[in-house]
């Protein structure tokens, strides 16, 4: 099947995930900082908004808004050059870092919460943590209130009544259940992977793309449960 091309639209949040090819790509604590300098940099000399992030030893997943048609992609190509620079000669590494294209896809604003509790919860479910918090290398903390990280952005609610930040905080901690996040969270990394849009029938029905991949992303259900193992790829 001919491969989609990449659907940006400004303003939208997106689903990113990039994996390494074949390497760990944090081996350690400074390769994750590092990497979280580059993401700050490029998202600000790019024009996206970071709602979340989440790294893990072989892949990265992150949700953003960019604010032009070329923004993602202009922010994804310097942050992954800049961070192979550090990882080859850090590491004395030959060869590609990162597994091919990174693969994204427009998300309903609705959603964003939702998929954002998933991303963060990953590393509780393939067993590195027993709680989101205590992953350092993933943004739960900033939402949960252990943490502040200055350059996430707090989405638009559109609600100028939001409650304050501790409450708010608050009420995202006890939104954390992995096992009812699950089904949605597996449907969007498959979404994501193929392009297509993720969110409801009347959000995709909105967007300026194709009857074809609306019709796609429409009719797609529930994934077999095949698991998703920590490098982002399903097990077959």
């Given at each position: 099947?001919?491969?989609l ?32 300098e ?5 998202a600000?000399?790019s024009?996206v ?34 961070y ?24 309903e ?19 590195f943590?027993?709680r ?37 905080c ?11 996040l ?6 969007a ?17 909105s ?13 797609r ?10 490098d982002g790829?399903?097990?077959l």
């Open positions: 099947m001919a491969r091309a990449r659907l940006t639209i400004p303003g939208l949040p997106h689903h990113i995930l990039q994996s390494g090819a074949g390497v760990p790509v944090f081996r350690s604590d400074d390769d994750c900082l590092f990497y979280i580059c993401l700050q940099r490029c600000r000399e024009g908004a970071l709602y979340a992030y989440l790294l893990l030893p072989e892949s990265v997943r992150l949700i953003a808004s960019p604010r032009s048609v070329s923004s993602l992609s202009i922010f994804m190509r310097r942050l992954s050059r800049r192979a620079v550090w990882y080859n000669r850090v590491h004395s590494h030959t060869g590609p870092v990162w597994q091919g294209r990174f693969h994204s896809s427009v998300l604003p609705a959603s964003l919460q939702k998929l954002t509790l998933y991303m963060e919860g990953l590393p509780v479910r393939e067993g943590v027993k989101p918090e205590q992953y350092v290398w993933s943004s739960y903390a900033h939402h949960a209130g252990f943490r502040t990280d200055p350059f996430l952005t707090e989405p638009d609610s559109g609600d100028e009544s939001r409650a304050p930040r501790d409450a708010a608050r009420a995202y901690q006890e939104l954390f259940n992995m096992e009812s699950q089904p949605f969270g597996e449907e990394e498959w979404k994501t992977r193929r392009g297509w849009p993720i969110g409801s029938a009347p959000f995709v029905d967007l300026p793309v194709s009857e074809e991949r609306k019709r796609a992303a429409r009719g259900g529930r994934p077999r449960r095949e698991g998703i193992k920590a790829n399903r097990n």
